[in-house]
T-cell receptor
Framework: DTEVTQTPKHLVMGMTNKKSLKCEQH?????MYWYKQKAKKPPELMFV???????INESVPSRFSPECPNSSLLNLHLHALQPEDSALYLC?????????????FGPGTRLLVL | QKEVEQDPGPLSVPEGAIVSLNCTYS??????FMWYRQYSRKGPELLMY????GNKEDGRFTAQVDKSSKYISLFIRDSQPSDSATYLC????????FGTGTRLQVFP
């Protein structure tokens, strides 16, 4: 099973709403990632969790709050977002093995902030 | 200079053509070299990965890495309309840096 799942597939929210994006993998991977991807642009790294601890925060605004409840789950809590935060949010996971760092992506959550 | 450079295309080829997609990078410390395919409105799908110079083949796809020139390529043989997508190179060490992606269109 090389699948990373994400829910919901689509999300529309207002600027005052609080919502959460969820990501799940059962590959035993110990690193999980959140990326943001705008249209026709490559993914931009937001957060990295390694062994359930936040290891990289790419200066992401505090209205995005990641959470890693266990080794299989990764959440991204959203609060007071701006319209420019509308994008595809991708989750990925990887398991370092003999120096290789192969990331597998989920299908993404397409977020629209009104 | 960007850490990873990729020609955005678009690249339009007839069915059956050999396609060559390329990326250059600036940091000789980069260890991982990957190619992802992304269909419209979908997440990136891992195609090939390698961490050494040379060629790696998988079906119609060949990934080539030249560390001395800091240059990587993805070749697609016998291209099909279903190969039409954006192809992203991703290079890095503890984190990946993506190229801008090359949009490929294969027409029948």
């Amino acid at each position: 099973d090389t699948e990373v799942t994400q829910t919901p597939k689509h999300l529309v929210m207002g600027m005052t709403n609080k919502k959460s994006l969820k990501c799940e993998q059962h590959m035993g991977h110990r690193a999980m990632y959140w990326y943001k991807q705008k249209a026709k642009k490559p993914p931009e790294l937001m957060f990295v969790y390694s062994y359930e601890k936040l290891s990289i925060n790419e200066s992401v605004p505090s209205r995005f709050s990641p959470e890693c409840p266990n080794s299989s789950l990764l959440n991204l809590h959203l609060h007071a977002l701006q319209p420019e935060d509308s994008a595809l949010y991708l989750c990925a996971s990887s398991q370092e093995s003999e120096g290789e760092e192969t990331q597998y992506f989920g299908p993404g959550t397409r977020l629209l902030v009104l | 200079q960007k850490e990873v450079e990729q020609d955005p295309g678009p690249l339009s080829v007839p069915e059956g053509a050999i396609v060559s997609l390329n990326c250059t990078y600036s940091n000789s410390a980069f260890q991982y070299f990957m190619w992802y395919r992304q269909y419209s409105r979908k997440g990136p799908e891992l195609l090939m990965y390698t961490y050494s110079s040379g060629n790696k083949e998988d079906g119609r796809f060949t990934a080539q890495v030249d560390k001395s020139s800091k240059y990587i390529s993805l070749f697609i043989r016998d291209s099909q309309p279903s190969d039409s997508a954006t192809y992203l190179c991703a290079i890095g060490t503890d984190k990946l840096i993506f190229g801008t992606g090359t949009r490929l269109q294969v027409f029948p």
